[in-house]
Structure formats: C-alpha cells, structure tokens
C-alpha cells in the first residue's frame, strides 16, 4: 500500500500528531473513515478521540505543549516548482539598462499593506497566544522588522495574558501585548 498523505482526504482520519490511526489502510476518499466502522474497533481513529475526548484533543498530543506547534497535513498539489518567472530578457523597464545596474538588490517591490510600507511584500501569518510564540517572538519580531516585513500578533494574546486588565470587557493594558510590540519596534 502506498503512503497514507493521498492526493485525496483519505488521510484525515489518522494523525501522528494526535496519535490515531484507522483500522484499515483502505479508507474513503472523501471522509478518510474506514469502509466499516465497528463498534470494537482495536484503533482509535480522529472521529473516535473525538467521541470519547471532545475539546481535550483540540491541540495535538498535549504532552508537548509549550514546546511544539503544529503543521496542518495538506495538500493542494501546488508547490514553488510550479512558478517560473518568466521575464524579457531583452528588455528593461524602470532601471537603466546597463548589467551593472540591473542586479536584484536594485529592484524595489516596497508596497503597502493597510497603510503600513513594507519593504518586501511578505507578511508573517499570526502565531497567536501559544507559548512557542511566546518563547520564539523575540527573533521572529526582530527578523521581521530587521527585513521591513510584517508579522501579525496573535487575536488571543491578550486572552491568555494573566496580567492584561480589562475595564467595561475592553483590554485596557496587556503585558504580553506590549512586550511583543516593543520587541518589534526595537
């Protein structure tokens, strides 16, 4: 049998990251259940963990809390070999035409991204209010400010900061949030 990553959803239910695994190998492609699902089945697959676990399993195998995060396994048979760039090598717009001025490092793609000037158009996605954000957001916000690129703060840092305080349900000051913005503007 093949790998268990199929070009289809047969994956889904059967996770190293949760530690379930499906019965058979055979699974739909659709739901990633097995083709019958028994009552005493040996295995225990996502739905199972689910039925018996609820919002326990919410984060993959809590033992590494803190200390992991987690990757979504997807596929969408798309990858960067796909994209050429497919440019005139004959003509040059913008720049000079002289090889000696036409390098990459003299090509500016600045643009803006919510009134904020970005050097690169690159923006990192939000790491939210997990602890590997936590512990990593010191280089993260650095590289990225270092790099004239964006990086996001998380919607729940201040949810889980234990000294933020709150006035009429607003956030009216967050230890976690100020420190992550000071580190970015450093």
Known sequence: MTERVMKNSSYLNASSLTGTMTRVKDVSP???????????????????????????VLYPVPDWFGASTAGAIKDYYLDW??????????TVFGVEADPDKVLFPNVDVETKVG????????VIGAY??????????EG??????????????????????EEAKVENGKVVYSKEMERRVKLFRE
């Open 30 to 56: 659709t739901s990633g259940m097995c083709p019958l699902c028994i009552r005493e089945c040996p295995f225990l697959c996502e739905i199972g963990l689910s039925a018996f676990r609820g919002r326990e």
């Open 115 to 122: 009134g904020i000037r970005l050097r690169v158009p690159i």
């Open 81 to 90: 070999s796909h994209f050429n760039i497919l440019s005139r090598l004959t």
């Open 140 to 161: 993260l916000a650095k590289g990225a400010a270092i790099s004239g690129i964006m990086i996001i703060i998380g919607e729940n840092v201040c949810g889980m900061d």
């Open 128 to 137: 939210g209010s997990t602890e590997v954000a936590r512990r990593n957001w």
